[in-house]
T-cell receptor, first 114, second 118 residues
Framework: ELKVEQNPLFLSMQEGKNYTIYCNYS?????LYWYRQDPGKSLESLFV?????AVKQEGRLMASLDTKARLSTLHITAAVHDLSATYFC??????????????FGEGTQLTVNP | GAVVSQHPSWVICKSGTSVKIECRSL??????MFWYRQFPKQSLMLMAT?????????EQGVEKDKFLINHASLTLSTLTVTSAHPEDSSFYIC??????????????FGAGTRLSVL
């Protein structure tokens, strides 16, 4: 059974600081997603990482994927209050019995303080 | 990007009644749609995979008789919560997979439905 673990689960940081959220997963996959969720809202897609070594950047967020280490990171640069949200990683796996499916990490609740 | 429409966005119902939630792919055909449930401060849990023209595949622990899924067309899947009880109160999110747009097989998410059962 695929397990996806995020670290940390809660993160409080000051504006202007940098930090990294980690996403570890337990079995081989070469497709990983990062999502943002605001309170009461659905998921907003941030990044789709499709291969080993993939790196994508959008604004103050940068995501990377290391399929050999089964690790993805979401790096926050010079955080601003607007980045406060919950961030999920999700791993896409193909299973014979159920086809392709996403397994989500527990989520990282990020609060950026002035 | 691909658009998935989910309705209603919020529903309040009495205990014992049934509630239907619709999930539509607006600009693509989706042979496969997914239904997730999210309790407060928790992650998304896959409830079932909805396959067009065939029976849904339910995850372990999800009652198929309580959560009825119908995927009658390539653009519509419905989830009916039958005889709802307060413990069914949750945020339900659907997604649809686009097998044609590049990159392929990306899941696109609906806006979610908040169900409150009194």
């Amino acid at each position: 059974e695929l397990k996806v673990e995020q670290n940390p689960l809660f993160l409080s940081m000051q504006e202007g600081k940098n930090y990294t959220i980690y996403c570890n997963y337990s079995t081989t996959s070469d497709r990983l997603y990062w999502y943002r969720q605001d309170p009461g809202k659905s998921l907003e897609s941030l990044f789709v990482l499709l291969s080993n070594g993939a790196v994508k950047q959008e604004g103050r967020l940068m995501a990377s994927l290391d399929t050999k280490a089964r690790l993805s990171t979401l790096h926050i640069t010079a955080a601003v209050h607007d980045l406060s949200a919950t961030y999920f990683c999700a791993v896409d796996m193909w299973e014979e019995t159920s086809g392709s499916r996403l397994t989500f990490g527990e989520g990282t609740q990020l609060t950026v303080n002035p | 990007g691909a658009v998935v429409s989910q309705h209603p966005s919020w529903v309040i119902c009495k205990s014992g009644t049934s509630v239907k939630i619709e999930c539509r792919s607006l600009d693509f055909q989706a042979t496969t749609m997914f239904w997730y449930r999210q309790f407060p401060k928790q992650s998304l849990m896959l409830m079932a995979t909805s396959n067009e023209g065939s029976k849904a595949t339910y995850e372990q622990g999800v009652e198929k008789d309580k959560f009825l899924i119908n995927h009658a067309s390539l653009t519509l899947s419905t989830l009916t919560v039958t005889s709802a009880h307060p413990e069914d109160s949750s945020f339900y999110i659907c997604s649809a997979r686009d097998q044609r747009r590049v990159p392929k097989n990306i899941q696109y998410f609906g806006a979610g439905t908040r169900l409150s059962v009194l």
